[in-house]
């Protein structure tokens, strides 16, 4: 830093000078006219404010910093300034006008600091910088600056006041110039709005017209199905009658001409029924119905009412593979058969030889139905267009197929208002591949059930009574489709879902209880996941509760770092959850399995299945003991046979559940009584699993066996097989931690 001048304020002649010397250091370094005046008005409020407030003080020039500027440096010996905070933060009002000069100073600075002591006076440093096109100044160069503005005499007050007025009005020339152009801009805006007014005006009148236009078609296309209907089923039943003989025999010429009656009716009924359609769901009037339904079912339906589409000669063969891992759907089942029979009734018109085959794979909160055909294929410029009404390719195979053009425009709309969407994939002379992504839960549905349900006086919400046997699991997912793949995860386990959308939810949910743990989507829409997270970690009342961050983005070390307990990347595996759950929840805590069976070969069969886990694992070999030793010991499962003398396993449930101290702990169903559908049912809800000790039973349940059991540390499928994956798999759903880290304490 160079200093070049110092001025002592005594006076009110000194507030002038400063105000002159800062102009005339200013040109001399550079600065145009606008500037010089705001860096003189800015030094002459402060240094007015010492001489009036403190009675004096002394004014520093200098050239500081890379890159240069012009400093100014005001120190008093007043008391200081009270309520300074408030000052520079523009709260503060004085009658005397006391912090106006300060802030307005402020304003025209590039960098202006105050510091005030009680008692020590103030000091302001404040500075500009140079221009740019300005090239540095050398120590040489500022020491000239300095015995140039030395050497020069202080002006005539009256001239510095005649000076100033001369740039006010310059200013006002400036801004009258200003204010001209911008009233000349005003004017210009002011008739492109009028244009652009008229040109929205004209759009919603053309907008208006189209509208009722389509109305209209609605209407009339709605209107023509319905009166169609009635002479196209008269026709229908008429011919039927003919054909059935009912009033006589018919010639073998009658007979065809009938027929071929009877074909027409039933293609224009065809062309009636998806035009009906069409118009339904163009004017938002088609209804979805969602329920629950399996795909299986719904194959197994599809294959049974097109297999007539396939004459007995034909080189085309229909296959439906049955799908695997696909769960139910919440969806409207009529309308996903009605899409898939327009895909395969399409794939069979227009493949000669070869196959139609349909499939469908889970793809994350997803079913992606496909019909793949070897058929003739379409064009790459045709793709588009057959989505269109009425479009039909022009191909060898269209004169001989009749359709309406109607079934594929349909077909795109309905998976669109299931929230789907549909692609195809196609090759001349190869065959084409039609596909559609349907959510497993349909996202727009209002009666997904959700624990969270607003109170009668629709003022606040409350938390569904929760059950007492299972611990809540609190979830933080704005996704639907995800939310019920938890449900589906956490069913017949010991933990209940508290399904929340938004962290106002969930944060009303941790008022009303307080959950095993949590499981919080950090990419939440709208809103911060990770805010939440400091929050849960930074309060005392939830700082304890384990949370999961499950998310699609493998950010785990930041997931951590703020205090998560765990974490998990979507799609999470039903026994991977539990297990993740399992763990946090039980850290520390000693667990027990309480195994009650009379039969002691059946007793060591399972403790050999479990030799490799940290469980303790108790022993009854009859159900008064078990009941003892159950509300004593307290054991974190149960493993009950059904068939013991004395007190059978159905009385020693029964006492379990209706005891208060015992009625929490899960019970697994491990017998080779024969049940039959009622009994298990009942056994069903009181009970996380039912296990046969039949090898039959356990043989069966190779498919039930997840691949995580398989992979997971400690498992011991491979030596024991499927009937240690099935008793695992019920031990993780009653919340045990089977991680191999050990022998067992028998």
């Avoid at 079913?367 to 064009?379: E, H, L, N």
């Avoid at 995580?708 to 099935?726: C, D, W």
Wanted: one cysteine or more; a negative charge; hydrophobic letters at 40%.
């Amino acid at each position: 830093m160079t200093t070049i001048f110092t001025l002592e304020i005594q006076n009110e002649q000194d507030v002038v000078q400063a105000r002159q010397r800062t102009r005339e250091i200013a040109e001399q370094l550079g600065f145009d006219p606008q500037d010089q005046a705001r860096l003189a008005t800015a030094v002459s409020e402060i240094a007015r404010n010492a001489f009036q407030y403190a009675k004096g003080g002394t004014v520093e020039f200098s050239v500081a910093g890379e890159p240069q500027e012009f400093l100014i440096r005001i120190q008093d010996r007043g008391s200081g300034i009270p309520h300074l905070e408030d000052v520079l933060a523009g709260r503060y009002t004085s009658e005397t006008g006391m912090g106006l000069g300060i802030m307005g100073s402020r304003k025209l600075m590039d960098f202006f600091e105050m510091e005030s002591l009680p008692g020590q006076g103030t000091t302001v440093v404040m500075s500009k910088r140079l221009s740019k096109r300005t090239p540095n100044f050398t120590d040489l160069q500022l020491q000239q600056i300095r015995e140039s503005v030395m050497e020069r005499s202080p002006q005539n007050p009256y001239e510095e006041i005649q000076r100033q007025n001369q740039e006010l009005l310059r200013a006002m020339a400036e801004l009258r110039k200003r204010e001209e152009e911008l009233t000349q801009l005003n004017r210009e805006l002011e008739d492109t709005n009028r244009g652009v007014v008229a040109l929205y005006a004209e759009l919603d009148e053309k907008a208006d017209s189209l509208q009722k236009a389509n109305e209209l078609k609605t209407r009339f296309l709605s209107n023509m199905s319905h009166e169609f209907r009635t002479p196209l089923n008269s026709i229908l039943s008429l011919s039927r009658m003919l054909l059935a003989r009912m009033d006589g025999d018919l010639t073998v010429e009658q007979e065809k001409q009938v027929t071929f009656i009877q074909k027409a009716a039933s293609g224009l009924s065809e062309l009636v029924n998806d035009l009906l359609d069409l118009a339904k769901v163009e004017a938002g009037k088609i209804e979805v119905r969602p329920s629950y339904f399996e795909v299986s079912d719904l194959f197994a339906t599809l294959r049974g009412m097109l297999r007539p589409l396939l004459v007995q000669d034909s080189s085309v063969a229909l296959i439906v593979e049955e799908p695997e891992g696909i769960g139910q759907i919440y969806s409207d089942e009529g309308k996903v058969a009605q899409i898939l029979r327009n895909f395969i009734s399409n794939a069979l018109k227009f493949t000669e030889q070869g196959e139609v085959r349909v499939t469908a794979v889970q793809r994350g909160h997803t079913v992606t139905f496909s019909v793949s055909d070897t058929g003739i294929g379409i064009a790459p410029d045709d793709v588009e267009r057959i989505f269109e009404d009425f479009v039909q390719i022009e191909s060898s195979l269209q004169k001989q197929v009749k359709g309406t053009g109607l079934g594929l425009p349909l077909s795109h709309k309905l998976t669109e208002l299931l929230g789907g969407s549909i692609s195809v994939t196609s090759k001349l002379g190869e065959g084409s591949t039609f596909t559609a992504s349907i959510p497993i839960v349909y996202p727009y549905s209002t009666e997904f059930p959700t624990l969270l349900q607003p109170m009668s006086d629709g003022r606040a919400e409350t938390i569904a009574p929760l059950e007492v046997t299972r611990l809540p699991i609190l979830a933080v997912e704005d996704h639907r489709e995800t939310l019920f793949i938890y449900e589906k995860h956490l069913q017949e386990s010991a933990y209940q879902l508290i399904a929340t959308r938004t962290l106002a939810q969930a944060r009303l949910a941790l008022q009303q209880l307080q959950p095993a743990a949590i499981m919080l989507d950090i990419m939440l829409e709208g809103q911060n996941g990770w805010t939440f997270l400091r929050e849960i970690k930074g309060d005392e009342t939830t700082r304890n509760i384990p949370v999961i961050v499950i998310t699609i983005i493998d950010n785990e070390k930041q997931a951590l770092a703020l205090g998560a307990n765990g974490f998990l990347i979507k799609p999470v595996d039903r026994l991977q959850l539990l297990n993740k759950l399992n763990t946090l929840i039980n850290q520390n805590k000693p667990q027990k399995i309480l195994l009650i069976d009379d039969d002691p070969a059946y007793r060591y069969l399972v403790k050999q299945l479990l030799v490799n886990t940290q469980l303790s694992i108790l022993e009854a070999m009859n159900g008064w003991e078990g009941l003892n030793l159950a509300e004593r010991e307290q054991p974190t499962a149960i493993i009950l046979d059904l068939e013991m003398p004395e007190l059978s396993g159905f009385d020693v449930l029964k006492q379990l559940k209706s005891n208060p101290v015992t009625q929490s702990i899960p019970v697994i169903i491990y017998s080779s009584a024969q049940l039959d559908a009622e009994t298990q049912s009942q056994l069903a809800k009181k009970s996380i699993a039912i296990l046969s000790k039949e090898t039959g039973s356990q043989s069966a349940t190779m498919g039930y066996a997840s691949p995580f059991l398989r992979n997971a540390p400690g498992s011991l499928l491979s030596r024991k097989g499927t009937a240690n994956a099935q008793l695992q798999e019920a031990l993780i759903k009653a919340g045990l931690v089977l991680n191999s880290c050990g022998q067992s304490h028998v």
